[in-house]
């Protein structure tokens, strides 16, 4: 794809950061309830990765994805699905990571991410690449570049 190459594909570094995620989600899922200490460190650095993602998307994205393809309530899902990542992030903090608990909140993080990854690959980000033209793609992965290097 030529906007790829160009570096004007709005979506390309949050297709990455999707793969990073769920290498941390899958880390977590496989952890054993003994390993607190690799528990404790994907989990600091998915809600690292998963904080820079969110604003991107929430900020930039999903708004472009109301106006442009006039798809108001695909986007409100998607917000929500955010919401109840973050409310799934707040359980696992709180809850020991020696728990078996743990693993259960994790587990439940993990299937909410990739439905929601899924839906925005599969549904969402190729009809927002569809609806651009090649300025208005550069502008936008400018725009997700900037927001998500507010936090990293």
Known sequence: MARTRAGGDPVASLLADHRAIMSHLDAMVESADAQAFSRAQHLLRLKRRLAAHA????????PALRDNLKTAEDATQLYEEHAEMKVLLYKL???PKTDEQWHLHATELRTL??????QEEKVDFPKLRAALDDASSRELASKIEREKALLL
């Not at 604003?55 to 999903?62: G, R, S």
């Not at 991410?113 to 899924?118: G, L």
């Open 113 to 118: 991410i990739e439905r929601h990854v899924r």
């Open 93 to 95: 903090e709180q809850t």
């Open 55 to 62: 604003m991107a998307e929430e900020d930039i994205v999903y």
